[in-house]
């Protein structure tokens, strides 16, 4: 690898990098000017939230539009957005308890234990935390096979933040529902893939049977 490659990966590294870092950037700047509208609070931790999705779902697009498009070096990114992902969700369940509560305990157990979206959304976060401290090379060396199996949670997890969505919705659809059929193509295509492997595989054992078969 010469070094102009070297610089231009390492660029495009901190570019990504930061721009996944502008949405928590843009939204202290608004509130700083006062720019959120009539109720920041709420601005503050919907904002969070939409973008703790927006992360995990970049993160489970990445092997689709690597292995459509051919782009394999968007695999070296993949640990980054589910680690936004982590970090934007984390911010989403602070600024809750901040602005929405006030660090009143009863206020947010009774929240988190009671009301549905938030069930699901503190269950997708918990289940977040485990994939984050397990998301380096070494953890994936010490951890081997486990590892994969661990972070196959990625998918409930998307799952709950879509019922997450669902079960805030009053009127407009819209949203959940670009989300719902976004995730579907994605968890289908997996699927697809899977499925694709399996027939592969029967298709050559018994193809070497045949083979076993003619030579006896």
Request: hydrophobic share 50%; charged share 15%.
């Amino acid at each position: 690898m010469d070094l102009n490659t070297k610089l231009f990966q390492r660029f495009r590294w901190w570019l990504i990098f930061i721009t996944s870092a502008l949405p928590v950037s843009l939204l202290v700047y608004a509130a700083y000017h006062q720019q959120l509208g009539a109720d920041p609070a709420k601005e503050i931790v919907l904002e969070l939230g939409t973008w703790a999705i927006n992360f995990l779902w970049i993160t489970l697009a990445i092997t689709p539009v690597r292995k459509i498009f051919g782009w394999n070096w968007l695999v070296k990114y993949r640990r980054m957005m589910g680690l936004y992902s982590f970090f934007y969700a984390a911010l989403h369940l602070l600024a809750f308890a901040t602005f929405m509560v006030g660090w009143n305990w009863k206020i947010l157990i009774v929240e988190i234990t009671e009301r549905p979206y938030a069930i699901v959304g503190f269950i997708a976060l918990i289940l977040l935390l485990p994939l984050a401290v397990t998301s380096t090379k070494a953890m994936q060396r010490k951890l081997k096979k486990h590892w994969l199996t661990l972070h196959k949670l990625v998918y409930p997890i998307a799952l709950l933040c879509l019922l997450h969505i669902i079960w805030q919705i009053r009127s407009d659809f819209s949203e959940a529902l670009s989300y719902g059929l976004l995730l579907c193509f994605l968890l289908g295509y997996r699927y697809y893939q899977k499925r694709l492997k399996s027939v592969s595989a029967l298709k050559r054992q018994t193809k070497g049977r045949k083979l076993k078969t003619q030579i006896n």
